[in-house]
């Protein structure tokens, strides 16, 4: 397998690990002014993971990382997760507003990690990794973000409709209003 080298070194000078109250690290390196708010999570998640492969034992290396490795993380983080799931015996299950507490765990919410893996693949791509070794894009990692979703859209009784796009009218001439018919004489 390739070694990305450039990968497998992250850029730890002038920078700050922080730590929110739930207890979640991150690293984060001063950022440009002109970046975007996607780009300044992007690094930051990237940095993340990068903080998680060196602290793996034993650490590993960016061109080792596989799907497991990525589905081990995800599951990492599942423990600062602010989403109630409701078990299956919850008296809950199946209702997305409880009228009362309930011990069922906190978890990573679908769409957050849905989003995570979004630009954790962009930066590993931007980052000098081939898109065909991609470990974010593997298909274990697809089926595992599709069974959190199934999992809690039913869990909380919310479905997850898959949006349907609108396609553009290419090829398409636009069409004039037909002119009003003409009066009547009577």
Request: charged fraction near 20%; charge should be positive.
């Amino acid at each position: 397998m390739d070694s990305f080298p450039e990968m497998d070194s992250f850029n730890l000078e002038n920078a700050s690990l922080n730590v929110s109250n739930n207890g979640a690290t991150s690293l984060a390196t001063p950022s440009s002014s002109t970046s975007s708010r996607y780009e300044n999570q992007k690094r930051r998640d990237w940095n993340t993971f990068g903080q998680y492969l060196k602290n793996h034992r034993p650490p590993l290396s960016l061109s080792m990382c596989s799907g497991a490795h990525v589905l081990e993380f995800l599951r990492y983080l599942d423990q600062f997760g602010k989403t109630k799931v409701h078990t299956f015996n919850c008296p809950f299950y199946g209702l997305p507003n409880p009228p009362a507490p309930c011990p069922c765990p906190l978890r990573q919410a679908w769409g957050s990690l849905d989003a995570l893996i979004g630009r954790l693949r962009a930066a590993f791509e931007e980052n000098g990794g081939k898109p065909e070794a991609n470990p974010f894009g593997t298909r274990a990692v697809r089926l595992y973000l599709r069974e959190v979703r199934d999992l809690q859209s039913k869990a909380r009784g919310i479905s997850y409709e898959k949006k349907k796009r609108k396609r553009p009218l290419a090829n398409q001439t636009p069409t004039l209003p037909l002119p009003p018919p003409p009066p009547s004489a009577s």
